[in-house]
């Protein structure tokens, strides 16, 4: 073996372990340490294998906890020995002591390169071992890991166009070692962009067929009699990253292994192959709930879990709860959860505090109206017995629970002072503040919360906290009690009084402030209340917190001001409505405490004070139709009103710390976004658009002047990755896909649409390991839609994607564009970005076809403008006619062969959804000239002017400015061929380099 | 993607660790701490999955060795739990009772036992994924590379004994 002969490494070691004490140990590392460094430094008589024995002893120092900051030299330079035994050992030791960002390894690169390129297969393994922290297989596993790590760590750097096809051949791979590693390479590519990886999905569906059915599968590739577990989960993850599948076949074939794998899994006595068997049931299920498969594959899903979170296995149930949180996403499966939920409750007095996490995510995701009053209870009820790691997550998420969905405010404020009660440690002061708000603006509470807070301070010790919430309640309303037993001003003003020696300077403010208040109530004064209080004045007018004694000074002046007092201490007035701070907390902590994000969704969904901005009306009522002409001729009249309005809107609903307060006037930007002229390139622009984001009172110049950047002008040092206008252009036509991305986030979008209303989700996805701070989403709906973003969180953790999704609905017709103004901090760099949605007209088309019958009359009685209305249009992009027919089905306007005489025409239906048309048929006919290509005639009819205008409008656009790079053929790959790459490819490209080996 | 491996005893000291998402030497002695802390702690019957600052942790004791792997909080738990088993049997087949190794005193088979475990790790996780679930091919491997060397030590020993017999 390795080690064999080398007996001072073993002398050493014993040594070592039989150290009595840490001291000792400590003594006898520090002597080795001293003996290997002046080996080291008298290099003269070092051999190959006595400097290999030296950097073991290091790496064994170093596994023991001491720091070896020497000999990092000799770690590396053995990688560039030239026999094996050396070399190995080289690369283990610098793999192991050395991490990416250490100066030494610089040193090492051109050995590595070389080892990759050379003939030594086995030199090649050594070197990519290490990259990454042939019997050709061999090779190729290790250079598909290694790639994709270099694609992790740097995605510019591997340029993966054209990889594609390989990754498909990769998937016909025998070796299921190599498809394993191949599968985890295609998982990190889909997951970056599914559109070019289509063509893998089908060998994906393959590969688990093969798997599940056990067909082909050699001995040594099942564990516990199971077909590749690994690589089940992995190709079954790989899928999750297409939104969709399409293709019925592949789609059946893939629900027939589902259903096997979601009924064929039983529990068995052997808990390996237990837990083999239920790795790829759990993965199934997400498949499933990605999937959206039909309602019946979705209760066997919901019934399997509630099995699971019923059996004594605690990993099983701890999957149990983690996924039917996850299930909670989707829809229809609400109330069979609720079923479930006393077993839930279960599991949150679980000995196990992972599986407590789970089980209290989980009722809290599934808590609404109709059960917060039990799930509340219950959580408060655990809160007096949990650990002290779980009770400031469980007081929040019992405290927003109790605001959000509280069926009456008395049991909130019963929640919260309960809540104060058992853990006031960690009831943070946002919590009382908000029992506060509540109380003060809505008067029917304020008796009872004063008597509850009466109760509270007869208990003989109190927290601190309910000290002061509750003496701020009774010298705000303890007034309303004077008629009930214990409860005169004087009585209430003893019992608090009797607290003060307890709290801290902190809380006396808060007393003053009571005695205060209770004077000012004591109408007509009682001499005797009056003299006690002054007297606790006069006491702390010498304090020397200066908080405290400017209080007492002023209460005291202010006391004896008589009738005054009144007006000055008069109840609080009501405050502002605003967003809960606590809700806000919860998804800062969330980031800590290890938060599942669709629950964030949940919270963020259910919240809703997110920003609305909607309904906004063209000015004074201008009706939808001279509409147009301010689309085309924006006034600055109007562009003044729509400002007033956007102000008025952003005050009245009182979000002003998320949203813009200053949107640029819709119109103006729909002119802007209308027409086809927006495709300009990115610039280095100077516009300063912080801006937008920044001031409150942005100065009127300021916001017209960012509302004529043209939408996909950059000002920012982060450049986007590939084109924004062509992956808008390509979301036209499509319902997912990425709409943005650059080095630090990528923007994913899918859609789905009914009718005139639309959901549409943005994944914002953080592609680095560090979080992004200052997230803000702004929509600048045009005035026909209607959109309701959810709130989005300021925060996206390291390597997390958030989704947030927006509802639209579609008013009337037009073909404005919504922009979504999305900015983000990442460092120092501020990185603002505006994007159009592609929330365009043909979105709200649904093809219909008509019959000869039909069609014929339809077109006859929508006569001439503006129903119907003509235009010769030039300058058209030459495209056969099958091409175009293909162009406008994509666009949702079916085309009806044959139904033209003339085979150079085209004619087209479909129904246009919105609220004021509802649902109203179109018809266009085109008519070619196959003698020139760049001239047609386009007739659209319509039973709605504007609507016949605006799609006329919109068709024109996609056929003058058709995006080239949406409907080019696929580019031939670029990559070298992977037999024999060319040499220049090997020696510049590392990515190419490794693409060669696969 | 799994973002580290570590190994240690009862009493928490670490006999392997192996990173592949960059963490500073700081940050690595800090991980060790307080994982080995936590897991330690946690009861025999608890679930094998500990949720750690944004990260899940997926562990399992094998007698007086635990083997932690850390992933994402989306990555498949059990799958990986599938890897530290795999993992084991597979040291298993090395050593009779790998698990037991920590309890007997002989140092010279942990020295061994950790060069070892990295040769098999090694692979079996490449760039924090799954690079290899064959047992036999990772023997043969592993085997393969003993044998290099062996026979570069021979060789060494050889030429040793040339020179010798030269003078």
Same mark, same amino acid.
């Given at each position: 073996?390795?080690? $064999?002969?080398?007996?001072?490494? $073993?002398?050493?070691?014993?040594?070592?372990?039989?150290?009595?004490?840490?001291?000792?140990?400590? @003594? &006898?590392?520090?002597?080795?340490?001293?003996?290997?460094?002046?080996?080291?430094?008298?290099?003269?008589?070092?051999?190959?294998?006595?400097?290999?024995?030296?950097?073991?002893?290091?790496?064994?120092?170093?596994?023991?906890?001491?720091?070896?900051?020497?000999?990092?030299?000799?770690?590396?330079?053995?990688?560039?020995?030239?026999?094996?035994?050396?070399?190995?050992?080289?690369?283990?030791?610098?793999?192991?002591?050395?991490?990416?960002?250490?100066?030494?390894?610089?040193?090492?690169?051109?050995?590595?390169?070389?080892?990759?390129?050379?003939?030594?297969?086995?030199?090649?393994?050594?070197?990519?071992?290490?990259?990454?922290?042939?019997?050709?297989?061999?090779?190729?596993?290790?250079?598909?890991?290694?790639?994709?790590?270099?694609?992790?760590?740097?995605?510019?750097?591997?340029?993966?166009?054209?990889?594609?096809?390989?990754?498909?051949?990769?998937?016909?791979?025998?070796?299921?070692?190599?498809?394993?590693?191949?599968?985890?390479?295609?998982?990190?590519?889909?997951?970056?962009?599914?559109?070019?990886?289509?063509?893998?999905?089908?060998?994906?569906?393959?590969?688990?067929?093969?798997?599940?059915?056990?067909?082909?599968?050699?001995?040594?590739?099942?564990?516990?009699?199971?077909?590749?577990?690994?690589?089940?989960?992995?190709?079954?993850?790989?899928?999750?990253?297409?939104?969709?599948?399409?293709?019925?076949?592949?789609?059946?074939?893939?629900?027939?292994?589902?259903?096997?794998?979601?009924?064929?899994?039983?529990?068995? #006595?052997?808990?390996? #192959?237990?837990?083999?068997?239920?790795?790829?049931?759990?993965?199934?299920?997400?498949?499933?709930?990605?999937?959206?498969?039909?309602?019946?594959?979705?209760?066997?899903?919901?019934? =399997?879990?509630?099995?699971?979170?019923?059996?004594?296995?605690?990993?099983?149930?701890?999957?149990?709860?983690?996924?039917?949180?996850?299930?909670?996403?989707?829809?229809?499966?609400?109330?069979?959860?609720?079923?479930?939920?006393?077993?839930?409750?279960?599991? *949150?007095?679980?000995?196990?505090?992972?599986?407590?996490?789970?089980?209290?995510?989980?009722?809290?995701?599934?808590?609404?109206?109709?059960?917060?009053?039990?799930?509340?209870?219950?959580?408060?009820?655990?809160?007096?017995?949990?650990?002290?790691?779980?009770?400031?997550?469980?007081?929040?998420?019992?405290?927003?629970? /109790?605001?959000?969905?509280?069926?009456?405010?008395?049991?909130?404020?019963?929640?919260? =002072?309960?809540?104060?009660?058992?853990?006031?440690?960690?009831?943070?002061?946002?919590?009382?503040? &908000?029992?506060?708000?509540?109380?003060?603006?809505?008067?029917?509470?304020?008796?009872?919360?004063?008597?509850?807070? &009466?109760?509270?301070?007869?208990?003989?010790?109190?927290?601190?906290?309910?000290?002061?919430?509750?003496?701020?309640?009774?010298?705000?309303?303890?007034?309303?009690?004077?008629?009930?037993?214990?409860?005169?001003?004087?009585?209430?003003?003893?019992?608090?009084?009797?607290?003060?020696?307890?709290?801290?300077?902190?809380?006396?403010?808060?007393?003053?402030?009571?005695?205060?208040?209770?004077?000012?109530? /004591?109408?007509?004064?009682?001499?005797? @209340?009056?003299?006690?209080?002054?007297?606790?004045?006069?006491?702390?007018?010498?304090?020397?917190?200066?908080?405290?004694?400017?209080?007492?000074?002023?209460?005291?002046?202010?006391?004896?001001?008589?009738?005054?007092?009144?007006?000055?201490?008069?109840?609080?007035?009501?405050?502002?409505?605003?967003?809960?701070?606590?809700?806000?907390?919860?998804?800062?902590?969330?980031?800590?405490?290890?938060?599942?994000?669709?629950?964030?969704?949940?919270?963020?969904?259910?919240?809703?004070?997110?920003?609305?901005?909607?309904?906004?009306?063209?000015?004074?009522?201008?009706?939808?139709?001279?509409? =147009?002409?301010?689309?085309?001729?924006?006034?600055?009249?109007?562009?003044?009103?729509?400002?007033?309005?956007?102000?008025?809107?952003?005050?009245?609903?009182?979000?002003?710390?998320?949203?813009?307060?200053?949107?640029?006037?819709?119109?103006?930007?729909?002119?802007?976004?209308?027409? @086809?002229?927006?495709?300009?390139?990115?610039?280095?622009?100077?516009?300063?658009?912080?801006?937008?984001?920044?001031?409150?009172?942005?100065?009127?110049?300021?916001?017209?002047?960012?509302?004529?950047?043209?939408?996909?002008?950059?000002?920012?040092?982060?450049?986007?990755?590939?084109?924004?206008?062509?992956?808008?252009?390509?979301?036209?036509?499509?319902?997912?896909?990425?709409?943005?991305?650059?080095?630090?986030?990528?923007?994913?979008?899918?859609?789905?649409?009914?009718?005139?209303?639309?959901?549409?989700? *943005?994944?914002?996805?953080?592609?680095?390991?560090?979080?992004?701070?200052?997230?803000?989403?702004?929509?600048?709906?045009?005035?026909?839609?209607?959109?309701?973003?959810?709130?989005?969180?300021?925060?996206?953790?390291?390597?997390?994607?958030?989704?947030?999704?927006?509802?639209?609905?579609?008013?009337?017709? $037009?073909?404005?564009?919504?922009?979504?103004?999305?900015?983000?901090?990442?460092?120092?760099?501020?990185?603002?970005?505006?994007?159009?949605?592609?929330?365009?007209?043909?979105?709200?088309?649904?093809?219909?076809?008509?019959?000869?019958?039909?069609?014929?009359?339809?077109? &006859?009685?929508? $006569?001439?403008?503006?129903?119907?209305?003509?235009?010769?249009?030039?300058?058209? #992009?030459?495209?056969?006619?099958?091409?175009?027919?293909?162009?406008?089905?994509?666009?949702?306007?079916?085309?009806?062969?044959?139904?033209?005489?003339?085979?150079?025409?085209?004619?087209?239906?479909?129904?246009?959804?919105?609220?004021?048309?509802?649902?109203?048929?179109?018809?266009?006919?085109?008519?070619?000239?196959?003698?020139?290509?760049?001239?047609?005639?386009?007739?659209?009819?319509?039973?709605?002017?504007?609507?016949?205008?605006?799609?006329?409008?919109?068709?024109?656009?996609?056929?003058?400015?058709?995006?080239?790079?949406?409907?080019?053929?696929?580019?031939?790959?670029?990559?070298?061929?992977?037999?024999?790459?060319?040499?220049?490819?090997?020696?510049?490209?590392?990515?190419?380099? *490794?693409?060669? =080996? @696969? | 993607?799994?973002?580290?491996?570590?190994?240690?005893?009862?009493?928490?000291?670490?006999?392997?660790?192996?990173?592949?998402?960059?963490?500073?030497?700081?940050?690595?002695?800090?991980?060790?701490?307080?994982?080995?802390?936590?897991?330690?702690?946690?009861?025999?019957?608890?679930?094998?999955?500990?949720?750690?600052?944004?990260?899940?942790?997926?562990?399992?004791?094998?007698?007086?060795?635990?083997?932690?792997?850390?992933?994402?909080?989306?990555?498949?738990?059990?799958?990986?739990?599938?890897?530290?088993?795999?993992?084991?049997?597979?040291?298993?087949?090395?050593?009779?009772? !790998?698990?037991?190794?920590?309890?007997?005193?002989?140092?010279?088979? !942990?020295?061994?036992?950790?060069?070892?475990?990295?040769?098999?790790?090694?692979?079996?996780?490449?760039?924090?994924?799954?690079?290899?679930?064959?047992?036999?091919?990772?023997?043969?491997? !592993?085997?393969?590379?003993?044998?290099?060397?062996?026979?570069?030590?021979?060789?060494?020993?050889?030429?040793?004994?040339?020179?010798?017999?030269?003078?």
């Amino acid at each position: 073996m390795a080690l $064999s002969g080398m007996r001072g490494l $073993s002398v050493f070691i014993s040594d070592i372990r039989n150290c009595q004490n840490k001291e000792q140990e400590r @003594l &006898r590392v520090d002597k080795e340490l001293g003996n290997v460094r002046t080996r080291f430094k008298n290099e003269k008589g070092l051999s190959p294998y006595e400097k290999k024995k030296y950097v073991w002893k290091m790496l064994y120092i170093y596994m023991l906890g001491y720091d070896v900051d020497f000999g990092h030299m000799e770690a590396v330079s053995l990688i560039s020995a030239p026999k094996y035994p050396e070399k190995q050992v080289g690369y283990i030791v610098t793999a192991c002591l050395l991490n990416e960002n250490h100066d030494f390894l610089r040193l090492a690169i051109n050995t590595v390169r070389n080892d990759i390129i050379g003939r030594n297969e086995t030199f090649q393994c050594l070197a990519l071992t290490m990259i990454s922290s042939s019997a050709r297989p061999l090779v190729r596993k290790k250079a598909a890991l290694c790639l994709l790590r270099l694609y992790r760590k740097n995605p510019d750097v591997v340029n993966v166009d054209g990889w594609a096809d390989r990754m498909a051949q990769l998937l016909d791979e025998r070796d299921l070692g190599v498809l394993t590693s191949s599968m985890s390479l295609l998982v990190a590519l889909v997951s970056n962009n599914h559109e070019a990886y289509w063509s893998c999905l089908p060998k994906c569906v393959k590969t688990l067929e093969r798997l599940a059915r056990n067909q082909d599968v050699p001995q040594e590739y099942t564990y516990y009699g199971i077909p590749s577990p690994w690589l089940q989960v992995k190709t079954m993850r790989a899928l999750q990253y297409f939104p969709t599948i399409e293709d019925p076949n592949t789609r059946r074939s893939l629900f027939e292994v589902l259903q096997r794998i979601l009924m064929g899994t039983d529990v068995v #006595k052997n808990v390996n #192959k237990n837990n083999a068997s239920h790795a790829v049931l759990f993965e199934a299920l997400a498949l499933v709930m990605h999937l959206d498969a039909e309602k019946e594959m979705m209760s066997q899903c919901v019934a =399997l879990l509630g099995k699971f979170i019923a059996v004594r296995e605690p990993n099983i149930r701890y999957l149990g709860l983690e996924n039917m949180t996850r299930m909670l996403l989707v829809t229809d499966v609400q109330d069979i959860i609720k079923r479930h939920q006393a077993q839930i409750i279960t599991s *949150l007095k679980d000995p196990d505090i992972s599986i407590r996490r789970r089980a209290l995510d989980l009722l809290y995701g599934m808590c609404d109206v109709t059960n917060a009053k039990d799930i509340v209870e219950e959580i408060l009820q655990y809160l007096s017995t949990a650990e002290f790691a779980m009770r400031e997550e469980l007081s929040l998420k019992a405290a927003i629970l /109790a605001e959000k969905f509280a069926p009456d405010l008395s049991w909130y404020v019963d929640v919260i =002072l309960q809540l104060i009660d058992k853990a006031g440690d960690f009831v943070s002061d946002d919590i009382w503040f &908000r029992v506060v708000q509540f109380v003060t603006n809505n008067e029917d509470l304020q008796p009872y919360a004063a008597a509850k807070a &009466r109760e509270y301070l007869d208990k003989p010790a109190i927290h601190e906290t309910m000290v002061k919430v509750s003496a701020y309640l009774i010298g705000e309303f303890g007034h309303l009690l004077a008629r009930r037993p214990g409860c005169s001003l004087k009585e209430l003003f003893s019992i608090i009084h009797e607290k003060l020696p307890t709290v801290s300077s902190s809380t006396i403010p808060i007393l003053l402030s009571t005695y205060a208040k209770i004077l000012m109530h /004591a109408q007509p004064p009682e001499p005797e @209340l009056q003299n006690l209080i002054w007297a606790i004045f006069n006491k702390y007018e010498s304090c020397i917190d200066a908080e405290i004694q400017q209080r007492a000074v002023e209460y005291f002046a202010l006391s004896r001001k008589g009738a005054a007092l009144m007006d000055i201490l008069a109840e609080m007035p009501k405050f502002p409505e605003r967003q809960s701070s606590l809700i806000k907390k919860a998804e800062d902590i969330e980031v800590d405490t290890a938060e599942q994000s669709a629950i964030k969704l949940r919270a963020l969904q259910q919240t809703s004070n997110a920003l609305v901005v909607t309904d906004q009306r063209p000015a004074n009522g201008t009706p939808p139709v001279t509409q =147009l002409s301010l689309v085309k001729v924006p006034s600055t009249s109007s562009n003044v009103d729509h400002h007033v309005a956007d102000q008025g809107l952003s005050q009245e609903n009182g979000t002003l710390t998320t949203v813009d307060p200053q949107p640029p006037p819709a119109d103006l930007l729909g002119d802007l976004l209308g027409p @086809l002229a927006i495709e300009g390139p990115p610039s280095a622009d100077v516009q300063p658009q912080q801006n937008i984001v920044s001031g409150v009172e942005g100065v009127p110049n300021a916001v017209e002047a960012t509302a004529i950047v043209p939408v996909g002008e950059q000002t920012n040092s982060v450049q986007p990755i590939g084109s924004i206008a062509e992956r808008f252009q390509a979301l036209c036509v499509k319902d997912s896909g990425v709409l943005y991305e650059d080095p630090y986030i990528q923007i994913g979008i899918k859609a789905e649409w009914r009718a005139h209303q639309g959901r549409l989700v *943005l994944f914002l996805g953080n592609k680095n390991t560090n979080p992004l701070l200052s997230v803000q989403a702004i929509i600048l709906p045009p005035s026909h839609l209607k959109l309701e973003l959810s709130l989005v969180p300021e925060t996206i953790p390291p390597r997390a994607q958030v989704q947030c999704p927006l509802e639209i609905v579609n008013l009337r017709p $037009s073909r404005d564009v919504a922009v979504l103004d999305f900015s983000y901090k990442f460092g120092n760099d501020m990185v603002n970005c505006k994007l159009r949605l592609p929330a365009v007209l043909s979105k709200f088309l649904q093809p219909i076809p008509v019959s000869a019958e039909e069609f014929f009359p339809q077109w &006859r009685s929508l $006569s001439g403008p503006p129903l119907k209305l003509q235009e010769v249009v030039r300058g058209v #992009k030459p495209m056969p006619l099958l091409d175009m027919a293909n162009l406008f089905n994509s666009l949702r306007l079916m085309v009806s062969p044959g139904l033209d005489p003339n085979p150079n025409n085209l004619v087209a239906s479909t129904t246009f959804y919105s609220e004021s048309t509802r649902a109203m048929l179109c018809l266009a006919r085109i008519e070619t000239d196959p003698a020139d290509r760049t001239q047609l005639r386009l007739t659209v009819a319509s039973g709605d002017p504007t609507l016949t205008f605006e799609l006329k409008e919109f068709i024109k656009e996609q056929l003058v400015s058709i995006p080239t790079a949406s409907r080019a053929p696929a580019p031939a790959p670029p990559a070298p061929q992977p037999t024999s790459p060319p040499a220049a490819a090997l020696t510049d490209d590392p990515g190419a380099l *490794l693409a060669g =080996l @696969l | 993607m799994i973002h580290f491996v570590i190994l240690n005893n009862r009493q928490g000291k670490v006999r392997l660790t192996k990173w592949y998402s960059t963490y500073s030497q700081k940050e690595r002695s800090k991980v060790i701490r307080e994982l080995t802390g936590i897991i330690l702690s946690r009861g025999p019957k608890l679930c094998n999955f500990v949720e750690w600052r944004g990260l899940k942790v997926v562990y399992k004791r094998y007698a007086g060795l635990y083997f932690s792997m850390c992933i994402d909080q989306d990555d498949n738990e059990l799958e990986t739990l599938d890897i530290i088993h795999h993992y084991v049997e597979m040291l298993d087949r090395y050593f009779l009772n !790998v698990c037991e190794l920590d309890l007997i005193y002989n140092f010279h088979k !942990v020295s061994l036992f950790v060069i070892l475990a990295y040769y098999i790790l090694d692979e079996l996780l490449l760039a924090g994924e799954l690079q290899e679930s064959s047992r036999r091919t990772i023997a043969r491997l !592993v085997a393969a590379q003993d044998s290099l060397v062996e026979t570069a030590r021979e060789q060494a020993s050889l030429l040793g004994d040339l020179v010798k017999q030269a003078m």
